[in-house]
């Protein structure tokens, strides 16, 4: 979109004609090219539901930036109209003066929703969820229940899932499909139209990752977040369980790679962040890794007297690393979608020591004749003992790789035993591990099978 | 569960009874742990309409071994049942005879659709459709639209977004969810209730990632698939988006730790398979990290003068893949999400030229205060020149980890610019790509700061 210099009133009410006629999420991305303050004088001129409904959007950037740019009392009426989810978000975002001001002027009940959503920890059910449902007594008919929905529809966050009550004590008894209670016998009571089973339900206090497996199994629409006597909190909808499944993957990746999690876009990170997110573990790392030239320091003697082993480290310690990396990628993926549980450990393992040595036995065959095929061609002098030479790379080979397996392939394991995301067992992090012990499986096959002739 | 010895009829009607009272995915959870005959058993003795239900959850293990198990005449009447999207899931798993067999002797209408949905590719709308959803002419009214959707509701798929088409050419039109429809006027035409945009369509050969990221973007439940001109084909629903986003993250995840896409879970992957998918990979980068040998063999010179350099060799490349692994993990993530687009690369490069430079020279001051602190405590002797080694270290971390960052930002952009999966960007693969220059850079480093001395 081309800049625009300014808008005037006119161009602002054929912006905000214009707007009514498209989807709210594409209005969201003609927001997200304009400066703060003209989308806020966009969303004034617009019907308040539209922009509330535009507000609500988690695409939507910068929102605190437009929303302090908004005149107080515009602010105050769109935040009221939001989805109580959304604008406890928004607030986390907000900092003060402008969010105790906002807080302030909201009424009181739309206050305490927002307040107690605040209170929940990130990346639970709580911080996901929202307080607007539809609820009803199980003393109700279909068609009561049906005719309540007509009118109070626009109020809420989904009407495709129905929540049951139980009249006396409130607490939740079932959760009905709209599918079904509109296939039901209107006269029939409520519950007629329930499945035979409890309802699905979540804490407040559930792993978003959880959440999200949850509406993959039971393909819902909604979930409802009860707490420990059975009363409802409020609901979590599937499209906020599919963000939180794509912020799930996206601090998946981002771990695996070797740094910590950032949602932001790109360009939305500022410079120091990027340098504080990715510098810790970098440097964790480096500190880790620093062990390898103490292996080699151990190793002097050896790789004095036989300089033509220091040729195959980079290949050898890289292949370690690569076959880490390939086991991790496969078990975080596994344990992170519970096709595999912790006592399956053992299992693993033994599944991956054979195929550890079966791909280490591969490499070990094309090294051993890279190095026969330089000899023999001329390419390089390996020296009068260079068959020795290729069977240590060899041997080596079948060693790391198998390790490499092993180690990368256990790691997830063990950071989930004690409580720590699997998906931190990084590419970077198996790799420096298997990095040292590459060394020391090298330099000890050499040992073997060079004393008495190079060593 | 225990291994239960037999199934008399007696305990197959009353596991049955259980199944009932219980939602159907754990009923899939229950047959997961049973071998395939006596999951058919158990499918044999529930209702028709469950059993079907219990087919068509993507979560049921061993599918095709199940139906094989089947007596002819069940299979067909219950994969006659299946939604059609599921139904075509399962052919393509079945192996002949029993495919041709089954499909043979559906009728007419149902193989066709089957058919039809086996022709579109993998990872395609066209792949996750289903046939089973609401349309209605646009000359119906509400209460007529309404009325339609309680006769059929047991057969779709979804009743959650009604297809409205062109009486005469049957081109879609609108795209309206229910709970439009059932707050809307019941006399009025069921036009009345859509929204004054055109809806959100895919056609069969979109990509499944384009589904999904429609999906998030306009919060859809159900998206229509379309012909050229118009004509409906299908539609995706959001379980199916979801399970299509999982694999997505999944594949990605495991292409990032360098090896090909394996869906299944980590126990059903037969061996040779398992060798397979992680060797080719595997190869690949020891084939090119032998370059790594050749480069070390190029300064064999200098490695026989100056052996203290061979210490620092593990640690100097890895921080090199490190830093590469980690821009690549933040840079696939922000182009799978379109954070950012094709056009962006120059940007991005010149974000990471700066963020490279610091984060180097933080490991840099690390590495060098690393070589001063050993040769002062006397742990380690870098000999009569250890202050130019550490600065030669210092000097290629620098270096190193600014060219492993542009690398790995810069190769998700060329990957996608070539039609590749950006995934595809592994961590071994930057770490290779980044070592052998990694050598070349610190060599380099090494001769302008240490000829005269050591050199």
Redesign the interface.
């Known amino acids: 979109m081309e800049k625009t210099v300014a808008f005037d009133d006119l161009s602002l009410a054929m912006v905000a004609k214009d707007f009514?006629?498209?989807?709210v999420?594409?209005n969201v991305e003609a927001l997200n090219d304009l400066e703060p303050d003209e989308a806020a004088a966009v969303l004034t001129h617009l019907p308040q539901e539209r922009a509330v409904e535009i507000l609500d959007q988690p695409?939507l950037d910068a929102v605190p930036e437009i929303v302090e740019a908004l005149p107080a009392d515009v602010g105050v009426r769109l935040l009221s109209g939001m989805a109580a989810d959304r604008a406890a978000d928004l607030f986390r975002r907000l900092s003060d003066p402008v969010r105790s001001e906002l807080l302030g002027r909201l009424d009181t009940e739309t206050r305490g929703s927002i307040e107690q959503l605040l209170a929940y920890p990130p990346n639970t059910a709580g911080s996901l969820m929202t307080t607007e449902f539809v609820s009803v007594p199980s003393s109700w008919t279909v068609r009561q229940t049906?005719d309540y929905?007509?009118v109070v529809?626009?109020t809420r966050e989904?009407?495709?899932a129905i929540f049951v009550l139980d009249p006396r004590t409130r607490r939740l008894l079932q959760s009905i499909p709209?599918?079904r209670l509109?296939?039901a016998e209107p006269d029939a009571p409520i519950l007629s139209a329930a499945?035979?089973?409890p309802p699905?339900t979540v804490t407040a206090l559930t792993d978003r990752g959880e959440v999200a497996r949850l509406?993959?199994?039971?393909?819902l629409?909604a979930v409802a977040v009860v707490d420990n006597v059975g009363h409802m909190l409020g609901i979590v909808t599937?499209?906020d369980a599919?963000?939180a499944?794509?912020e799930e993957?996206?601090e998946?990746?981002?771990k695996?790679?070797?740094?910590e999690a950032?949602d932001e876009?790109?360009?939305d990170i500022r410079?120091g962040q990027?340098?504080r997110k990715?510098?810790g573990?970098?440097?964790v790392?480096?500190?880790s890794?620093?062990l390898?030239?103490s292996a080699?320091?151990h190793f002097?003697v050896e790789?004095?007297k036989a300089?033509v082993l220091?040729?195959?480290?980079?290949?050898i310690?890289?292949?370690g690393?690569?076959?880490g990396?390939?086991a991790?990628?496969?078990?975080?993926?596994?344990l992170a979608?519970r096709?595999?549980e912790l006592w399956?450990w053992w299992?693993?393992a033994l599944?991956e020591l054979?195929?550890g040595i079966?791909?280490g036995g591969?490499?070990g065959v094309?090294?051993v004749f890279?190095v026969a095929l330089w000899q023999q061609l001329g390419l390089?002098d390996y020296g009068h003992y260079w068959v020795l030479v290729a069977l240590t790379v060899g041997m080596t080979l079948v060693g790391i790789?198998t390790f490499g397996s092993l180690v990368g392939s256990m790691l997830p394991f063990v950071l989930q035993r004690f409580g720590f995301d699997p998906a931190s067992a990084?590419?970077?992090f198996v790799?420096?591990l298997v990095?040292v012990t590459g060394?020391v499986i090298y330099f000890s096959v050499a040992v073997v099978i060079l004393t008495g002739t190079l060593l």
Chains 1, 2 share one sequence.
């Open positions: 009514l006629q498209h989807h999420a594409d695409e049906l929905i007509r529809e626009r989904t009407i495709y709209l599918r509109i296939s499945r035979p089973y699905i509406f993959r199994k039971y393909d629409l599937v499209d599919i963000d499944m794509l993957s996206t998946e990746v981002q695996f790679g070797g740094m950032i876009p790109y360009f410079f990027m340098i990715r510098a573990w970098l440097c790392l480096f500190l890794e620093m390898t030239a080699m320091q002097e790789l004095e300089i220091t040729l195959f480290i980079p290949l310690m890289s292949s690393g690569n076959s990396s390939q991790t990628s496969l078990l975080i993926r596994s979608l096709q595999l399956d299992r693993v599944r054979p195929t079966v791909l591969i490499l094309i090294g890279r390089y790789v990084s590419a970077p790799a420096t990095d060394l």
